[in-house]
């Protein structure tokens, strides 16, 4: 069976590393969404308390079920509770209709829209959101907004931050009081001087794939993730014979063949068997990718398809996010 590898050691790394520049485990929300990245939601979440991390973030309310009871809190991003969740949950309000839609009782926090227009209620909506807030019984424990590009050079992470500062400085003048305040996602946090928020919600830099362009000096961060498939079956081959579907792997010389037992049914990206995907040993996979399968030379038991999702996502034009998020729970996760 195919198998993801993560390691212990490199995910305490990066958390240290998370850490040093938030200047306390404390301020740190691990965001589990998505399967923590690929990586095995409950895994995940299991390293995370181990290494004190307190505070997690996760997409939907039933991850939050599943890894609530490690952490303080747990925060969903993206979905309506029909009653109050379990202690230590709350629940992100996206715009003024979720508030409505929540149940009185429920702990919120509302995201405030400072720029990048896919979610969160508009600045000049911010006091009838809080109003309703309180109107409604719900309890308001956070206010957090996005950055559309704090990974991209440009101005971009600086105007939306000044914003939520702004905001900041004019609800709290205003009396508004214990409640967080966080803006930051890794690439913010990495390329941000100082920290002064009260948690940053950090995915990618914590599953060490966070790339930031040049001239943001590169963070020091270690892939946890590494993905490896077992062989099926091998064969001997003469020169010209054509491998898997269309025959598009053709032998230039005789050769051993082994298939492999990771194909797209596991997410793997397909790509295209005219660049075929190089893996980490410098070899090809020959011909197509099929739903459960892959062909190469050689007769290795076990072959690794990657140490770092983001050097597998460059050669496919993608994002390490989205070759980690697609990896199958069937995957089996295995922390070393
Ligand atoms: C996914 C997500 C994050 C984490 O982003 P990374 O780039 O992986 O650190 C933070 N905040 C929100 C709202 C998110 O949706």
Redesign the pocket.
Known sequence: MSFLRISRENFFYNLNQIARKTQSIDRVAL?L?DNAYGHGLTLMADLAAEAGVRHA?VRTLAEAEAVRGRFETVLV?SEIPEKVPENGVRVVVNDRSCIAAMPAGCEVELKVDTGMHRSGVALDEVDRALEAIAKRGLALKGVLT?YRGADEMGSDYFWQRRRFEALRDRLERAGLKGVRWHSH???ALFRCGSFEEDVA?????AYGCLRLPEPFEAPDLRPVASLWAKRLSTRRLCAGARVGYGGEGELKEAGTVSTYDIGYGDGWLRGEARRPYRLPDGREILGRVSMDMFSLRGEDEKVCLFHDAGEAAAQFGTIA?EVLVRLSPHIRRVAE
């Open positions: 965001v969404k973030v991003l996005h996602n890794s690439a919600r950090v995915g990618i830099a996010y």
